[in-house]
Each structure stands twice: as structure tokens, then as C-alpha cells.
């Protein structure tokens, strides 16, 4: 019996270690091989399942949206400790996903449904050393087609539909195109993926309105979608620093996944973002 214990209990260990470690390869291999992290700028995939009737306007919102709240994604990175140096870029967005863009996956894994993309490894080899980083982390914008249940605000009535999303996909790439790590992230005990915003709406009001068993899903408006995406919060990181609150939930649950165990270049991790990239001895 008391083997059997010790047993369950080193195995109990070695699966809540192995549920911390949100990387493809061993987290001491991934802190030794990306000391310096370059972030492209926020893509958006235009040509992704988005079906909105304004798509066109929709899309040069989200592009207004990912540039003005990419600098805090990077001051996130910084604040884990986790590296020499984060780097956003310099590049537009939309040439830069043109020129990576290989394909894309509409997966269901594990009952998380996601959209995988696949970027060519020549030009991640390319932008890898004309950057002088170890890795890069590419962060794409997406549309998604996906069932759910959405209850009436009163929580009596709901529908089961086929719902519009944008969601976001993220991979760290090192110059060989491995994937190192990558978001969905399936290397978790609970699997989740939040949505980044939900495009439809049930409108149970217009059928109670009207006396029917009959609820419309309908897209909303840009303007209603302008007025979500400006609602902001003081940021975590960045002093005097202000963050979509919808950009902001996406980029904790994303950096939760990439923060040390411990700082791992000492010091406070609030300080970790000024120190600066050192080379190592050849």
C-alpha cells in the first residue's frame, strides 16, 4: 500500500510539472535557445472566415486596433523576465503576413476549436536573422465559425447556433520553422480558448418583441464594434498607459502561458525590460 502511494503521489508530480511546462520542448531548452524574442506586428487575416457584411471596414478596424494596442503585448513579454530582450519589429503587418503566409487549418481539437497557421520557414529564417533574434512570435487575428449556446440576458432563454468569432492564434517559430510554442495551447490540465469578440448576437428582444419562438442571430454594427474595441483599462505594465479591455484578456491568458518559473536574470521582472540584449562569446 505505501508503494502504491508513493507511487500516485511521484506521479501526481511529474503530471502537474509536465502541466506548467506550456512549451513544445523542454522549458530549460526553450529559456537557453530564446534570449532575445522578436513580436511581428499584430496580423489580421482578411481572408479568414469572416463574415460579417462590412467586412472590408471591419478589417481596417481590427488593423487601427492591433496597432494601436501592440505595445502592450511587447511590455507584457518584457515584464515575465523571461528574456534578454522584446522586440516589436519594425514592418507592416500586412506585407509581412503576405510574405510568411503559407496556409491555414479550421482544427477541433479536443473540443477547442481553432484556426493553425502554417508560415514559410524561408522567410521566418529570413526575418529571424535580419532581426538578430532567437525566435519570433507571430499573433494573427482571425475569423471563426464555431456552435455555441448564448443565453438571454434574463438567463431563462438562450439558442444554440453557429456563431461568428475573431479569435487569435499565436506561435513562437525559432529559424528552422519549429514551433515552440503556440496558442490554443494544449500542454494544460483545463483546456480553454477565449474568443477575442463575438461578431453575432441572438436578438431575443425583437422576438419577444414580436411574440415569436423565432430569435434572429444578427452581426453587429461597426459602430458597435468601434465603441467595444475603444473600451479600455489602465495597463498592468505600462505607466500612464491605457489597453483595449478585449486586447488586454487575450494578451494575459497568452502571457500567463510564457512567464518563468522565477525571473530568471534576477531582479524585480518589472525591471527585466531594461536590460539589455547581450551577446554571447562565439
Same mark, same amino acid.
Given at each position: +500500500?505505501?508503494?502504491?502511494?508513493? /507511487?500516485?503521489? +511521484? ?8 502541466? %506548467?511546462?506550456?512549451? #513544445? @520542448?523542454?522549458?530549460?531548452?526553450? %529559456? ?13 487575416? &482578411? ?13 481596417? !478596424? @481590427? ?9 502592450? !503585448? @511587447?511590455?507584457?513579454?518584457? #515584464? $515575465? ?14 506585407? +509581412?503576413?503576405?510574405?510568411? /503566409? ?21 522567410? *521566418?529564417?529570413? *526575418? ?11 499573433? $494573427?487575428?482571425?475569423?471563426? $465559425? =464555431? ?6 440576458? #434574463? ?16 506561435? @513562437?517559430?525559432?529559424?528552422? &520553422? ?13 483546456? $480553454?480558448?477565449? +474568443? ?7 436578438? /431575443? ?16 454594427? *461597426?459602430?458597435?464594434?468601434? =465603441? ?9 505594465? %505600462?505607466?500612464?498607459? %491605457? ?7 487575450? /494578451? ?10 522565477? #525571473?530568471?536574470? &534576477?531582479? =524585480? =521582472? ?13
Amino acid at each position: +500500500m505505501f508503494f502504491r502511494f508513493a /507511487f500516485l503521489f +511521484m506521479l501526481s508530480l511529474f503530471t502537474f510539472g509536465c502541466a %506548467q511546462n506550456f512549451y #513544445n @520542448i523542454p522549458r530549460e531548452t526553450y %529559456q537557453k535557445k530564446v534570449r532575445t524574442l522578436g513580436v511581428a506586428p499584430l496580423f489580421v487575416d &482578411g481572408d479568414s472566415d469572416i463574415k460579417h457584411p462590412e467586412k472590408d471596414a471591419l478589417v481596417n !478596424l @481590427i488593423k487601427d486596433a492591433n496597432r494601436i494596442n501592440e505595445k502592450e !503585448l @511587447i511590455a507584457q513579454l518584457k #515584464n $515575465t523576465g523571461a528574456y534578454f530582450s522584446v522586440r516589436l519589429l519594425d514592418a507592416d503587418a500586412g506585407q +509581412m503576413f503576405s510574405a510568411l /503566409f503559407s496556409r491555414r487549418e479550421k482544427r477541433d481539437d479536443a473540443g477547442i476549436i481553432y484556426n493553425k497557421y502554417f508560415f514559410k520557414t524561408e522567410e *521566418i529564417r529570413n *526575418i529571424i536573422s535580419k532581426n538578430d533574434v532567437d525566435a519570433v512570435l507571430l499573433v $494573427t487575428v482571425n475569423g471563426l $465559425t =464555431k456552435p455555441d449556446k448564448i443565453y438571454a440576458s #434574463n438567463l431563462l432563454s438562450y439558442l444554440e447556433s453557429d456563431y461568428n468569432y475573431l479569435a487569435m492564434s499565436a506561435q @513562437i517559430l525559432d529559424a528552422d &520553422g519549429n514551433t515552440l510554442w503556440e496558442y490554443p495551447n494544449f500542454r494544460q490540465r483545463s483546456l $480553454t480558448f477565449p +474568443m477575442f469578440f463575438a461578431l453575432q448576437y441572438p436578438d /431575443f428582444d425583437e422576438a419577444a418583441a414580436n411574440l415569436s419562438d423565432r430569435v434572429d442571430v444578427k452581426f453587429k454594427t *461597426i459602430p458597435g464594434i468601434s =465603441k467595444a474595441f475603444a473600451k479600455a483599462e489602465k495597463s498592468s505594465v %505600462q505607466s500612464k498607459a %491605457q489597453v483595449s479591455t478585449l486586447y488586454n484578456l487575450i /494578451f494575459e491568458d497568452m502571457v500567463s502561458m510564457l512567464k518563468p518559473e522565477k #525571473n530568471l536574470f &534576477g531582479g =524585480k =521582472k518589472e525591471e527585466a525590460k531594461d536590460v539589455k540584449p547581450q551577446t554571447d562569446p562565439k
